[in-house]
């Protein structure tokens, strides 16, 4: 595929290289709602992390259904961390505990699997934030992921 009008960056970039080649394709949301660079259906803006799922479902195609579905344990420790937000010393107890975990350790609590976390989750904190997940806290991981992914959804790609 070439780049449209001369274009330094194309809508749909290759994201996740592995050993055993791409492991997804990005420009996630943007194409999702305007029906890809490949002339695909559109589907209108849905909430999230529902439109996430439907976007991100054919991209990753090296991933298999069960690593993906394990994601689903970090969108419920995220909800656990963020519905502590208040200033009672029981919610700062609850944040500050996450604070001390670290994202590897998240991730193995709440059983994402060893494949979505190497081959997805690791390059992604890698590009963002600099770091492995044995040096993230776990709530600036949860932080990220509902600051870019939840809730800013279309801000993603």
């Known amino acids: 595929k070439g780049f449209p009008g001369g274009a330094l960056v194309a809508s749909?970039?290759?994201?996740?290289l592995e050993a055993g080649g791409l492991a997804g394709r990005g420009g996630v949301l943007g194409d999702a709602l305007s029906g890809g660079a490949d002339g695909g259906v559109a589907f209108p803006p849905l909430p999230s992390p529902l439109?996430?799922?439907?976007?991100t479902f054919p991209l990753f195609e090296r991933l298999?259904?069960?690593?993906?579905?394990?994601?689903?344990?970090?969108?419920?420790?995220?909800?656990?961390?963020?519905?502590?937000?208040?200033n009672s010393p029981e919610e700062?107890?609850?944040?500050?505990?996450y604070d001390r975990m670290t994202a590897h350790e998240l991730f193995?609590?709440?059983g994402l699997s060893?494949?979505?976390?190497?081959?997805?989750?690791?390059?992604?904190?890698?590009?963002?934030?600099?770091?492995?997940?044995?040096?993230?806290?776990?709530l600036v991981v949860m932080e990220l992921l509902y600051f870019y992914a939840l809730a800013h959804q279309d801000s993603f790609d």
């Open 108 to 110: 193995l609590r709440f």
């Open 51 to 55: 439109g996430q799922i439907v976007a």
């Open 64 to 86: 298999p259904l069960g690593d993906r579905a394990s994601m689903a344990g970090l969108l419920v420790a995220t909800l656990d961390c963020l519905a502590h937000n208040s």
């Open 12 to 16: 749909a970039f290759e994201a996740g």
């Open 92 to 97: 700062e107890a609850v944040l500050a505990a």
């Open 114 to 138: 060893e494949r979505l976390v190497n081959d997805f989750l690791k390059p992604t904190l890698l590009v963002g934030l600099f770091k492995p997940p044995e040096e993230l806290s776990a």
